[in-house]
């Protein structure tokens, strides 16, 4: 069983940034691919960023793409999501998950993802 437990949330102002944490734990939990997913109220939870067991593969949404980076530490079994130049539309619950294999690439599908953290919640204001 994985367990992820996702930090770093907060309120920002439109144009700043938040760094978004996700520890795991478990068994293989380090060898995982992982990826970060973000639902808005009446939304569907949606692909944001991914990587892959290595780290050396990632893979980003459109909408976030040059704006936010995904990168893991696997000696602290803990990934990232760096978020700049926040906008309004980046509000949401922000989950953190792990796919129940490792990958060489970046998993983007989200019906590949076994285990999911609780969320932590980003507001950016305009």
């Known amino acids: 069983q994985v367990q992820l437990v996702e930090s770093g949330g907060g309120l920002v102002q439109a144009g700043g940034s938040l760094r978004l944490s996700c520890a795991a734990s478990g068994r293989l939990s380090s060898h995982y691919a992982k990826g970060w997913f973000r639902q808005a109220p009446g939304e569907e939870r949606e692909f944001v960023a991914a990587?892959?067991?290595?780290?050396?593969?990632?893979a980003y949404a459109d909408s976030v793409k040059g704006r936010f980076t995904i990168s893991t530490d696997n000696a602290r079994n803990t990934v990232y999501l760096q978020m700049n130049s926040l906008k309004p539309e980046d509000t949401a619950a922000y989950y953190c998950?792990?796919?129940?294999?490792?990958?060489?690439?970046?998993?983007?599908?989200?019906?590949?993802?076994?285990?999911w953290g609780r969320g932590t919640r980003v507001t950016v204001s305009a």
């Open positions: 990587i892959s067991s290595s780290g050396l593969d990632t």
């Open positions: 998950a792990a796919a129940g294999y490792s990958s060489s690439w970046a998993v983007r599908e989200k019906s590949d993802y076994r285990s």
